[in-house]
């Protein structure tokens, strides 16, 4: 099913791998000192996996190119994927902050979504990081997207993804109307839990 040499492959797949063990360890710590230096965790669960090969070619080929190695790490830019999902809007905002103050990766690219939503409703701050993989003779730069969003947009999205799924091809054009209001409801009940967030935090520190 793909005409690419197996051991190029291969190759090409331990890297992202390895790149996938790096950012895994390297968020854990940066996340744990930041619960450490403030006493709070702002992360509900991450989630991380490694593109599969058929999702891998079948993108490249939606985006039209052909089927090489060269392709593939220049256009296809979720291969180690990320998703950070935290209670409140501002965790989004911190957590974006903690990533893009380290020196640890490099930001290739970011996308706030929240502030400009897809025209599905899409939500979710989107940063596409180069994370450093010390291979046998060198250091490369390996890309990997994280996507940081609240409890609230990730509902949207599994459920958006799941119906993208189960039909046939497009969306019919009512039930994208309805995920759109669904999209703004969600963005109203994240500000006002942003809101009580805020309120109850005032209240225990003049407690
Ligand atoms: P999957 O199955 O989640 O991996 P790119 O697609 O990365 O080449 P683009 O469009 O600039 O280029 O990427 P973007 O928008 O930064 O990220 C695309 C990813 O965002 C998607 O990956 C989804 O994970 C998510 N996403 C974007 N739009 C939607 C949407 O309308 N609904 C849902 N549920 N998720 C969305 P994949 O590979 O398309 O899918």
Same mark, same amino acid.
């Given at each position: ?33 930041? %619960? ?6 702002? #992360?509900?669960?991450?989630? $991380? ?5 058929? $999702? ?9 190119? %052909? ?19 935290? $209670? ?13 103050? $380290? ?29 450093? #993989?010390?291979?046998?003779? %060198? ?30 091809? %497009? ?27 805020? #309120? #109850? ?7």
């Amino acid at each position: 099913m793909n005409n690419i040499n197996p051991k190029d492959w291969e190759k090409m797949l331990l890297k992202y791998k390895f790149a996938k063990i790096k950012l895994e360890a390297d968020l854990e710590i940066l996340l744990r000192e930041y %619960e450490y230096n403030n006493e709070y965790n702002p #992360v509900e669960h991450i989630k $991380s996996r490694l593109k599969s090969e058929s $999702s891998i070619l079948k993108k490249l080929e939606e985006k039209g190119y %052909e089927q090489n190695i060269e392709n593939i790490e220049k256009h296809i830019h979720d291969i180690v994927g990320f998703r950070i999902v935290c $209670s409140f809007l501002s965790d989004v905002y911190d957590i974006v902050s903690i990533i893009k103050n $380290s020196k640890t990766f490099r930001i290739k690219n970011e996308s706030d979504y929240i502030a400009n939503p897809k025209d599905t409703g899409y939500t979710s701050y989107h940063l596409n990081v180069l994370v450093p #993989v010390q291979l046998e003779e %060198e250091v490369e730069y390996v890309e990997a997207e994280i996507q940081i969003r609240t409890v609230a947009m990730d509902f949207w999205a599994s459920l958006d993804h799941k119906l993208q799924y189960k039909l046939p091809k %497009e969306i019919p054009l009512h039930l994208q109307r309805e995920l759109l209001e669904c999209s703004d409801e969600i963005k109203v009940i994240d500000m006002k839990m942003q809101h009580l967030y805020e #309120v #109850v935090k005032k209240y225990i520190e003049n407690k």
